[in-house]
């Protein structure tokens, strides 16, 4: 009581629990599928063990205020406005994904390599509401020097961009706003967790497909089985078949309508 056992037609998944040896006796049936599941999974596996190591560092890029040049506080509130324009520019060709938080890292928001700059927004869902004039600079790559050097890239944008912007508007060279990075030399440290979680989620994939699938394609059969079943028998209960008090069949007709030879008559 309790188990199931294995039958023919399949592996009986409903209120009886599924023993090992029921699935031994479905792997068998099914063991073309089954290895093709294995060697899909494995495949996948090695795809996820080989992926590189990733890195990835940030800087925040604060816009100073002429009257605040030296002092990281308080940060001018008329400045803020001007980082938000110089963001839009920096991210004009920009595809990445919106960030769902602002302290969402690149990794987090699934770029394990590229640039990203934003100013934070803690508005939440259904507001928007930035408070620092900082532009958030990250990036990642698969070396730490690569990291490095696109930060500083992008740090150095966002400079030429804000300097393009108050000379055009003809603003003072001594009423002009500066940035300044913090911290000017970021650190790249290694994300760990982006090749741990492929393989985890191979894995389970894995195990998952090579139960399934072949449960799948069990059933499939044994229904396909029962339906020839059911036809066959149909196909000699039909009206017109050599039954009682049924019509005779085609076949039949043409040989009683055979004439038959007299017997001879006895001496």
Not at 199 to 212: C, K, R, S
């Amino acid at each position: 009581m309790g188990t199931s056992t294995p039958s023919r037609s399949g592996v009986a998944w409903g209120c009886n629990a599924v023993t090992i040896w029921d699935l031994f006796a479905l792997w068998r049936r099914q063991w073309v599928v089954t290895l093709l599941c294995v060697v899909v999974g494995a495949f996948g596996v090695v795809q996820a063990r080989s992926l590189q190591t990733v890195y990835w560092g940030s800087t925040s890029v604060v816009v100073v205020a002429p009257y605040l040049k030296g002092y990281l506080t308080p940060l001018g509130g008329d400045v803020i406005p001007l980082a938000g324009v110089v963001e839009k520019l920096v991210n004009i060709d920009s595809d990445a994904p919106p960030a769902v938080s602002p302290d969402a890292s690149i990794i987090d928001r699934g770029i394990y390599d590229g640039v990203v700059a934003n100013v934070p927004d803690y508005g939440g869902q259904w507001s928007e509401n930035y408070t620092n004039p900082i532009i958030v600079v990250q990036a990642s790559a698969s070396d730490p020097e690569t990291v490095t050097r696109r930060i500083a890239a992008e740090t150095a944008r966002i400079d030429s961009i804000l300097t393009d912007l108050q000379v055009d508007a003809r603003v003072p060279t001594n009423a002009r706003a500066t940035s300044l990075a913090l911290p000017p030399a970021p650190v790249a440290v290694e994300s760990t967790g982006v090749a741990s979680r492929a393989l985890i989620a191979m894995v389970a994939l894995g195990l998952l497909g090579v139960v399934i699938i072949p449960f799948a394609a069990d059933r499939l059969a044994a229904a396909y089985r029962s339906a020839r079943r059911r036809a066959l028998v149909d196909d000699d209960h039909v009206p017109g078949s050599n039954s009682a008090g049924g019509s005779p069949t085609p076949r039949n007709a043409a040989m009683a309508s055979t004439p038959r030879r007299a017997a001879a008559p006895s001496p």
